[in-house]
């Protein structure tokens, strides 16, 4: 059996960060409020001259180095975000010139939101486990400061900047045990990000009805992981470390519950981060790695959600 194995991560954040004492300052809001509601402390604003392809260069090159590998050792590069720096050349093309490796496939995901990494995640396992490449860069790299209305208090608290990175090989042990996509067009509604008119990046900012979009996520994670789980004849006793979405603590802790497992086995950086949108899953997994909670042998169920709807996970023995 050809598999894919998580060969290295990376991260980056940018250096300013805002604290919620900060955001009292900016909109009718307190550090209380943000706590309890969220259990978002912090999050990191990208500098003036940083952009999606900045910090996924940032964070791809980490990835590499843990990985052992170069980026001409690179067949594909899966770029998710939805605040890309263009339209067109993608993220992915930008990043592909940075590193000098013209000829392999480069593209973006930028229509699944938050759940974008798991979506590239899954298409990178794809093409490693049929052997029609070997490794693939995926990298989730967000400035959602520069599509937040900063007057809107219920979303410009829950966001922040930067890029997470997975290398990707292939490997005759498991690997990637399997990975799940799902989108629900219908709920289009309850968050988006319209096009705007002469912006740069041509984008408005996000809307988002949280009440109804906490519910669905509870809801639809719930069932994800009872698939996830079924697919591979495991228990939820069987799942070592649950790397979410960082959106709300909340959501996480009820994802916890779900499994039946203490929020000790579960990589939180939303604290620290808030909401990075597709980076926040290779970032949480990053930092829980490079700590050396998460060990090889591990089993680890990596879960995304976001607007669309679009929803994704991965199961993956680390
Ligand atoms: N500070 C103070 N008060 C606030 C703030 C704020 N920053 N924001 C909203 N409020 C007020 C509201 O106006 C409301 O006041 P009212 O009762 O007088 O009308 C009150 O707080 C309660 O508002 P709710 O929206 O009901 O608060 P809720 O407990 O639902 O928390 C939140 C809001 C944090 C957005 C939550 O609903 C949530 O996290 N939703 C899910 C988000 C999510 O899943 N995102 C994942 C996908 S999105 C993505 O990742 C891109």
Redesign the pocket.
Known sequence: MRYSKILGTGGYLPEKILTNND?EKI????DE??IT??GIHQRHIAAEDENAVTMADRAGRVALDVAGLKPTDIDMIIVSS?TPYMVFPSTACLLQERYGIAGCAAFDLNAT??AGFMYGFSIADQFIRTGAINHALVIGSEV?SRVVDWDD???????GDGAGAVVLGPSSEPGVLSTHLHADGTHKDV?YLPLGNNKTPNLES?K?M??Q??KL?VNILGDLFDETLEKNNLQKSDVDWLIP?Q??I??IQAMAKKLEMSLDHVAITLDKQA?T?SA?IPLALDEAIRDGRVQRGQLLLMEG???GLAWGSALVRY
């Open positions: 955001l909109v009718d809001t307190t409020w943000i509601r969220t939805t939101a938050c959602m208090r219920s979303t410009c608290v829950l966001f968050l996000v988002m949280g009440n979009l906490f996520a979405h959106a709300n909340r959501i909401n949108s926040s959600f976001g607007g």
